[in-house]
């Protein structure tokens, strides 16, 4: 359990509360030891900030039987702490690209892991990325063009457009306008406070992980 809390997604802020990244928690923790982050936690509609040191405080406050059933905890030597949704950059201003990031990952959380071609979800190690026009007839590695396909899908296709195997796309494939990771993010209650944070203003930043 302790393994999967510090492989969870933590949303990063830069320091003008604008979303620009999405880390684990390991990587979280390390920036708020070094300073260089602080936690934002919503509470009772009101943003407060943490440092790392107030931040365990504020565990040690909350009994078990207070926090959240999604409350995620790693153990110190000495102390337990909560691992933090948010935190924000003390000394980052940039902003976020503009530009949704075109590969392997983004294409199955866009397709979200589902071959479209039998409709089905699969786990990540089943599943292929298929050229829906194959690239020996033309067919382009792009948005339009890359779809999920399961293995058994896949081979049944070939080189052969869809309706030429007798399969039919579950969806027809475009370029997302957002982060797909984020929107399968989203909807786990897990990480309802991100949505604070990504108003329309933001859901046409890419967010790297």
């Given at each position: 359990?302790?393994?999967?809390?510090?492989?969870?997604?933590?949303?990063?802020?830069?320091?003008?509360?604008?979303a620009v990244n999405v880390v684990t928690a390991r990587r979280a923790f390390s920036?708020?030891?070094?300073?260089?982050?602080?936690?934002?936690?919503?509470?009772?509609?009101?943003?407060?900030?943490?440092?790392?040191?107030?931040?365990?405080?504020?565990?040690?406050?909350?009994?078990?039987?207070?926090?959240?059933?999604?409350?995620?905890?790693?153990?110190?030597?000495?102390?337990?702490?909560?691992?933090?949704?948010?935190?924000?950059?003390?000394?980052?201003?940039?902003?976020?690209?503009?530009?949704?990031?075109?590969?392997?990952?983004?294409?199955?959380?866009?397709d979200e892991n589902r071959c479209q071609y039998c409709g089905k979800k699969h786990?990540?190690?089943?599943?292929?990325?298929?050229?829906?026009?194959?690239?020996?007839?033309?067919?382009?590695?792009?948005?339009?063009?890359?779809?999920?396909?399961?293995?058994?899908?896949?081979?049944?296709?070939?080189?052969?457009?869809?309706?030429?195997?007798?399969?039919?796309?579950?969806?027809?494939?475009?370029?997302?306008?957002?982060?797909?990771?984020?929107?399968?993010?989203?909807?786990?209650?897990?990480?309802?406070?991100?949505?604070?944070?990504?108003?329309?203003?933001?859901?046409?930043?890419?967010?790297?992980?």
């Amino acid at each position: 359990m302790e393994a999967t809390a510090l492989n969870s997604s933590v949303l990063v802020l830069n320091r003008l509360y604008m979303a620009v990244n999405v880390v684990t928690a390991r990587r979280a923790f390390s920036l708020l030891c070094k300073e260089h982050a602080e936690v934002i936690s919503v509470e009772d509609n009101r943003y407060n900030s943490y440092d790392f040191e107030t931040w365990i405080e504020v565990g040690q406050a909350r009994e078990r039987w207070e926090a959240e059933d999604d409350t995620e905890w790693v153990r110190a030597i000495s102390f337990e702490v909560m691992v933090p949704r948010v935190i924000r950059l003390l000394f980052y201003d940039r902003l976020p690209q503009s530009r949704v990031q075109f590969n392997r990952r983004n294409v199955f959380a866009r397709d979200e892991n589902r071959c479209q071609y039998c409709g089905k979800k699969h786990p990540t190690s089943e599943l292929s990325l298929d050229h829906v026009i194959p690239r020996s007839r033309g067919g382009k590695t792009s948005w339009e063009n890359l779809v999920c396909s399961c293995t058994r899908c896949n081979a049944r296709k070939g080189g052969r457009l869809p309706e030429e195997a007798g399969l039919k796309l579950y969806r027809k494939p475009k370029k997302p306008r957002r982060s797909p990771v984020i929107r399968l993010k989203l909807k786990s209650g897990k990480y309802r406070s991100w949505k604070a944070f990504l108003n329309n203003a933001y859901w046409s930043v890419e967010l790297q992980e």
